[in-house]
């Protein structure tokens, strides 16, 4: 497990610095009123092994590689915590969570999907503000194997206000778990995809978005991790996929994404990446998964 | 009646969750191996309390030696700390990429297409077609021809029938329970080309042929029956397909 000051190797000279970094925890405004809580997990070496097979010029030798779990904090005024990193990193999360919070309550701790590093540190958020709504996808039968049997269930329909910010819960549209759904936040307009448009990031990119690296975030790269992640795509009709997503970037033209497991990517840079993640769809159905993650 | 004996060492240790169609097994498997008791997965917390009697009564309270988990999700991997405090902290066996993030620190790594030995019986780590989380296994014992399936194989039963496999559940709504099961829990179906899905699954019965197919969510499936659950699971799967 790395701590967070080993990821300085590289800097990309464009990058500005975080709003806020300490030993404390990975944060930043990755959009107003959109705080962003990393956990690196450690070097996959695996994938990294594969990624200079490859033949890929976005990885430099050397640095470490990370693909990491996202959460996101959304201040309004009143406050919500999109899912909670792995149990790894509950002393990443929540001195984080008290720092960015200060005196205000956290209002809502909603879960993407009741998956380990997604959910990992839902009880100590939940023991840390007791106050809080727990609130889950309404879609799925087993809500009480997942002790979600109680939470506030959301699904298309709903919004809730967070005055200033407004979420919605889109159907997940690539998804793992059956109890599942995405998140949008429509005053800055963002997509939160959970386990999909995910890619590996190296040493000095942590905490940066997609406009603030040096490397191109191209087919391989995403294909590094839905051939892991989306194991299933070698197993799909492509035209199928293809046209979901194909919908999907109509219905969030302009929307900015964020993904659990890469880097956000803003609304005017969105457009080409389903067209990227097409072709990852077409290269899985052909070439078979690529591993595990 | 605490555990139904499949043979070759195998029971097993069966529990139920009702949904809106009908029941869902959420169960268990114990392996007699020469150095102890093997759980298969570890059951859900909601069946805490059962499974540990029953597992305490079948292995004449010796308890377990080992967990081979198929996956971090929790119905599945919810019972090892409070297993572990029963009976000490015995082996766990998990595939994942890193343990630390599925929160199993204390794992010992399997990986797609090892051979491994626990407690001195050998088993095959296998790649499913039918998962859902990247990192589940499935894993064959030779010694007793069988294929534990994780999530794969499932099939919702009407209550009252959650102690019979799978070929002695009532013929009327059985197709129908394995139909159900597929739509709810593989939401990744909708965009599956079936004759994909079932050529992986035939190509792996043929190389690791079963005696017993056993899942978790639904009853264990008995050599003479599975090319009727094979042909159901195609119907399923076509449906889905056609569905979306
Ligand atoms: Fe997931
Ligand atoms: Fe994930
Ligand atoms: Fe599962
Ligand atoms: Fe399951």
Known sequence: MNEPGSDTETTPAAAPEPAARTGAGWRRDVWPGIHWIQELGGHRAGIARAVLESGADWYRPGNELYVPQNAYLLTGERTLLWDTLSPASGHILLPALEELLGDRPLDYLALSHPDVPHAGNTMQVLRRYPDCQLVAPAVGETHALYHLDDAMKVGPEDEIDLGGLRVRFPEATFLDAAIHTWMSEEATRTLFTVDWMGFPHQSGESLRRTDEIDTVVDVGRLEEFHSRVMFWFQYVYPHKVTAATDALAVQFAGYGLAPAHGLPIPGEDAAPYYELMNEVVRRVAAGGRGGVL | ?244
């Open chain 2, 1 to 244: 009646m605490s555990v139904i004996d499949l043979g070759g060492g195998v029971s097993w240790v069966h529990e139920s969750f009702p949904e809106t169609n009908g029941h869902i097994h959420v169960s268990v498997y114990l392996i007699d191996a020469p150095e102890g008791a093997i759980l298969m997965d570890s059951g859900s917390f909601h069946h805490r309390q059962r499974l540990a009697d029953r597992i305490h009564d079948a292995t004449a309270g010796r308890g377990i030696g080992a967990i081979i988990l198929s996956h971090s999700d929790y119905p599945h991997s919810g019972n090892i700390p409070a297993f572990r405090q029963d009976w000490g902290d015995f082996e766990i066996i998990a595939s994942c990429g890193d343990p630390d993030l599925q929160g199993l620190p204390y794992a010992r790594r399997t990986k797609i297409g090892d051979v491994t030995e626990v407690l001195g019986r050998r088993f095959v780590v296998l790649d499913p077609p039918l998962a859902d989380r990247n990192h589940t296994t499935w894993v064959y014992d030779e010694a007793s021809r069988t294929l534990f399936v994780a999530d794969g194989f499932g099939a919702l039963h009407a209550p009252g029938a959650s102690h019979v496999d799978w070929g002695r559940l009532p013929e009327e709504g059985r197709a129908e329970g394995v139909h159900e099961f597929h739509a709810q829990t593989l939401p990744w179906l909708r965009y599956a080309d079936p004759d994909r899905v079932m050529g992986a699954l035939h190509a792996m019965l043929e190389q690791h042929p079963p005696a017993w197919i056993a899942p978790i969510h639904g009853p264990p499936i008995a050599e003479p029956d599975i090319p009727r659950y094979m042909a159901d699971l195609k119907a399923a799967l076509t449906r889905i397909a056609e569905r979306d």
